[in-house]
Nanobody
């Protein structure tokens, strides 16, 4: 059973930066596509970014040019660097990995104040 443990997040002013990390108990990020999702208050969970085993990335339009998804194979971590944050980025962020996103992190709050 793979476990994903998230770190990072917190409160930041608009225009600031935060970095989220997701540490896996196994070498899962090289086997399947992994990604970051977010759920704002009162909304459904939504995709933010994906990275496949080949390193190709995908971002939703609202975060393109501001967020960067990456993997660290040595540390078995999935990362999300978030720059130029906006109040609308406020949400609980989740990492997901494994076939069909079968494994999820515990979630971490990101709050961006205006």
């Amino acid at each position: 059973q793979v476990q994903l443990v998230q770190s990072g997040g917190g409160l930041v002013q608009a225009g600031g930066s935060l970095r989220l990390s997701c540490a896996a108990s196994g070498n899962i990020f090289s086997a399947d596509t992994a990604g970051w999702y977010r759920q704002a208050l009162g909304q459904e969970r939504a995709l933010v970014a994906l990275i496949n085993p080949g390193g190709s990335t995908y971002y939703v339009n609202s975060v393109k040019g501001r967020f960067t998804i990456s993997r660290d194979y040595i540390r078995n971590t999935l990362n999300l660097q978030m720059n130029n944050l906006k109040p609308e980025d406020t949400a609980i962020y989740y990492c997901a990995a494994g076939r069909g996103s079968e494994y999820w992190g515990q979630g971490t709050q990101v709050t961006v104040s205006s």
